[in-house]
């Protein structure tokens, strides 16, 4: 269990077993003028209580986070906000209670992964990129929350599928490439809204669907 907040002086910081998260926890490797250090997370990582624990990482501009297993599984987190230069998932992250989820920083999918927030808002600032080319999927369920899409998905490695499956407003700022892309709004909020910027392209080769959830 960690119940503290955990600084290092950008050495890394590494959990080799499951997590339960008994108080909000902040893990800072970033100190001073350092970039920071490694954040390894190998099992999953629960709350205590669901929705109330929330975990925060620092991982500066070059630390690196991954996390093994899946996160919230069991006991969803509450807010989760992790930053670092990458971010690597190998299976789902839940927060419930509208927790926000924001990753800052470029995300590497292991495996398939979900982002579900329970009407919490969904940021994410950095790339998304399977490990290999078509070989993941990336799911983002913000219930009745907002998601942004802030940076390129699939750019460096194409996903499977891409998919928005609920949430109030949905801007996509950047380019998407994915064989499959959904970005759906839900049918039971007083205004949804989906916003492709300018800027953004998206490139699917075989279905893209955009338009309102039906729940």
């Known amino acids: 269990k960690i119940a503290d907040d955990i600084t290092t002086a950008n050495a ?26 490694n954040v390894a997370l190998s099992g999953a990582v629960n709350a205590t209580t669901s929705g109330t624990e929330r ?10 986070v991954s996390f093994g297993g ?3 599984g069991t006991t969803p987190l509450g807010v989760t906000n992790v930053g670092g ?31 579900s ?20 999927s990336l799911t983002v369920n913000a219930g009745t929350g907002d998601v942004l899409i802030n940076a390129d998905v699939g750019n460096l490695r194409a996903l499977n599928s891409f998919s928005v499956s609920h ?3 949905t801007t996509v700022s950047k380019s998407v490439k994915a064989s499959t ?24 080769n075989t279905t893209f669907k955009i338009g309102r959830a039906h729940v």
């Open 85 to 115: 230069k990458t971010i690597t998932l190998s299976g789902n992250l839940t927060t419930s209670n509208n927790a926000d989820i924001t990753l800052s920083g470029a995300v590497v999918l292991n495996a398939t992964s979900t982002l």
């Open 117 to 136: 927030s329970a009407n919490g808002d969904i940021t994410l600032t950095g790339s998304v990129n399977g490990s290999s080319n078509g070989g993941q």
């Open 70 to 72: 899946a996160m919230g």
């Open 167 to 169: 949430s109030n407003d």
């Open 12 to 37: 890394p910081v590494t959990f080799k077993g499951a997590v339960v998260l008994s108080g909000s926890t902040v893990i800072t490797t970033k100190t001073g003028t350092g970039n920071g250090g």
């Open 181 to 204: 892309v959904s970005i759906l709004s839900d049918d039971d909020t007083d205004a949804p809204s989906i916003t492709i910027a300018d800027t953004a392209s998206i490139t699917a």
């Open 55 to 64: 975990l925060t990482i620092v991982a500066g501009s070059a630390g690196a």
